[in-house]
């Protein structure tokens, strides 16, 4: 894919939904290839060193949400996998499918942590699962997050 093409591309998208998309890419390069805090908190330095163009067209509120919730996974890295793991029934975290682990751990942390809707962020998923995911990704990823929405405190 040439470089303009992304790039009106990712224009296109707008709001916290491209935040949202930003933060899940980050997520997934680290749970490609290895999955701690410390690797989630060095992805996200690369990311802001190597993609300074693209974050100066992102909005104030964009770049707060992407930075936020960064900060806040790592913070909370294991935890939302202890928690991701108890709501898994019949499969082993690392089993799952790097794009549905990726979205359950930003899902995770915004039902969670951030306190966002679950109808909010299951529709957000749902277009990013089937972006980037099977066409089953959604449905795994939907019915693990009605358990940990049934079980949060």
Do not use: C, H
């Given at each position: 894919?040439?470089?303009?093409?992304?790039?009106?591309?990712?224009?296109?998208?707008?709001?916290?939904?491209?935040?949202r998309?930003?933060v899940?890419?980050i997520?997934?390069?680290?749970?490609?290839?290895?999955?701690?805090?410390?690797?989630?908190?060095?992805?996200?330095?690369?990311?802001?060193?190597?993609?300074e163009?693209?974050?100066?067209?992102?909005?104030?509120?964009?770049?707060?949400?992407?930075?936020?919730?960064?900060?806040?996974?790592?913070?909370?890295?294991?935890?939302?996998?202890?928690?991701?793991?108890?709501?898994?029934?019949?499969?082993?975290?690392?089993?799952?499918?790097?794009?549905?682990?990726?979205?359950?751990?930003?899902?995770?942390?915004?039902?969670?942590?951030?306190?966002?809707?679950?109808?909010?962020?299951?529709?957000?998923?749902v277009?990013?699962?089937?972006?980037?995911g099977?066409?089953?990704?959604?449905?795994?990823?939907?019915?693990?997050?009605?358990?940990?929405?049934k079980?949060?405190?």
């Amino acid at each position: 894919m040439n470089k303009n093409f992304e790039e009106q591309e990712k224009k296109a998208k707008g709001g916290v939904r491209l935040a949202r998309e930003e933060v899940f890419k980050i997520i997934f390069g680290v749970e490609a290839t290895s999955s701690t805090s410390e690797d989630l908190k060095q992805a996200f330095d690369i990311y802001l060193q190597n993609n300074e163009e693209f974050i100066n067209t992102l909005t104030e509120k964009q770049l707060e949400f992407i930075n936020t919730s960064i900060a806040e996974i790592i913070k909370n890295y294991d935890y939302i996998k202890d928690v991701i793991k108890e709501n898994t029934k019949n499969w082993t975290y690392e089993r799952i499918g790097v794009v549905e682990r990726t979205l359950l751990i930003e899902a995770t942390y915004e039902i969670l942590i951030k306190k966002t809707p679950i109808e909010v962020i299951a529709n957000e998923v749902v277009e990013l699962a089937k972006e980037y995911g099977n066409e089953k990704s959604y449905e795994f990823v939907n019915g693990i997050l009605a358990n940990i929405e049934k079980t949060k405190k």
